[in-house]
């Protein structure tokens, strides 16, 4: 079975220092990975996707994860926040057989303060 | 439109009402998801469609909830007697075919009372 573990519910950080938000994940298969950014009253949206090709992973808005099969873990970073980075996000497991099925984590809300 | 379509935004409903929302996919995507948000929780997968059949409804908490979309764009989904623990935001997300990269709408939040 399929699972993520996001570590961290809400994380704070000021205005351009680095971003960390944890995950670890749990899988049968080998996994592929995503990364979903939720800004209020609008929709998920995808910042990254690992699917066993280059195991760091560069997605939208400067953001990049690094998958690393020995600590079951994909977190997610980004050098610098700005106040825009500051939403909910998800870290999402499927199988490779079937990304019509994502597990989603519970979620990380992450405030930038300016 | 450009995105994925969802409505109504918000409905608010009794215990024991029937609901349908309503999910307007991204033109000449074939694949279709539902899926539900609980407070302070990740979306859950409810049912898949690929073109006008659920491919996938093992997310379908039982059968008071239902899906269909008959011509293979629209989708709406159903949920008979509603009860309180139902009250979440129903998330639709569609996709130009299955393992391609999912595009979400907004929602619809739906309250229980």
């Known amino acids: 079975a399929q699972s993520v573990t996001q570590l961290d519910s809400h994380v704070s950080v000021s205005e351009g220092t680095p971003v960390l938000l944890r995950c670890n994940y749990s899988?049968?298969?080998?996994?592929?990975l995503f990364w979903y950014v939720q800004h209020p009253n609008k929709g998920l949206q995808l910042l990254l996707k690992?699917?066993?090709?280059?195991?760091l992973v560069k997605g939208i808005n400067g953001f990049e994860a690094e998958f690393k099969k020995s600590e079951t873990s994909f977190h997610l970073t980004k050098p610098s926040a700005h106040m825009s980075d500051a939403a909910e996000y998800f870290c999402?497991?499927?199988?490779?057989?079937?990304?019509?099925?994502?597990?989603f984590g519970t979620g990380t809300r992450l405030t930038v303060i300016p | 439109g450009a995105g994925v379509s969802q409505t109504p935004s918000n409905k608010v409903t009794e215990k024991g009402k029937y609901v349908e929302l309503r999910c307007d996919p991204i033109?000449?995507?074939?694949?279709l998801y539902w899926y539900r948000q609980s407070l302070g929780q990740g979306p859950e997968f409810l049912i898949y469609?690929?073109?006008?059949?659920?491919?996938?409804d093992s997310g379908l908490p039982n059968d008071r909830f239902f899906a269909v979309r008959p011509e293979g764009s629209v989708s709406t989904l159903k949920i008979q007697r509603t009860e309180r623990g139902d009250s979440a935001v129903y998330l639709c997300?569609?996709?130009?075919?299955?393992?391609?990269?999912?595009?979400f709408g907004s929602g619809t939040q739906l309250s229980v009372l």
């Open positions: 997300a569609s996709s130009q075919g299955p393992n391609e990269k999912l595009f």
């Open positions: 899988s049968s298969y080998s996994p592929s």
């Open positions: 690992y699917t066993s090709a280059a195991t």
């Open positions: 999402v497991v499927s199988d490779l057989a079937g990304a019509n099925n994502l597990f």
């Open positions: 033109s000449g995507h074939t694949a």
């Open positions: 469609f690929q073109g006008t059949g659920a491919a996938d």
